[in-house]
């Protein structure tokens, strides 16, 4: 599966934006979706995953819970990643991934990723 992640920008801290991650193929529906970010000189950390096939249960990091919701649209075969009251710490290259283990945080069990899509949030 390809991925095309889009949305990214500058956005003043407590605002908003919202990501989309694009995927090719028909079998997007059987796998679990990840968005991960990397700000520079860091390393890239989990930020939230939405299972398959439906997306009943999602998983965030807790430096994003309540601010990030992570949701899924199997008939456009697409991720999003609405984030709101974004901080300056939220700035980073956000990728998104897909892969076949549900509820995983571990960036090592998503097989497919995009190309990552900028976030700057300026204080």
């Known amino acids: 599966v390809q991925l095309q992640a889009s949305g990214g920008g500058l956005v003043q801290a407590g605002g908003s934006l919202g990501l989309s991650c694009a995927a090719s193929?028909?079998?997007?529906?059987?796998?679990?979706m990840g968005w991960f970010r990397q700000a520079p000189g860091k390393e890239r950390e989990f930020v939230a995953s939405?299972?398959?096939?439906?997306?009943?249960?999602?998983t965030y990091a807790d430096s994003v819970k309540g601010r990030f919701t992570i949701s899924r649209d199997n008939a456009r075969a697409t991720v999003y990643l609405q984030m709101n009251s974004l901080k300056p710490e939220d700035t980073a290259v956000y990728y998104c991934?897909?892969?076949?283990?549900?509820?995983?945080?571990?960036?090592?069990?998503?097989?497919?990723w995009g190309q990552g899509t900028l976030v700057t949030v300026s204080s």
């Open positions: 991934a897909a892969g076949t283990t549900n509820w995983s945080t571990r960036a090592a069990e998503y097989a497919y």
């Open positions: 193929g028909r079998t997007f529906s059987t796998y679990a």
């Open positions: 939405i299972s398959w096939p439906g997306g009943r249960t999602t």
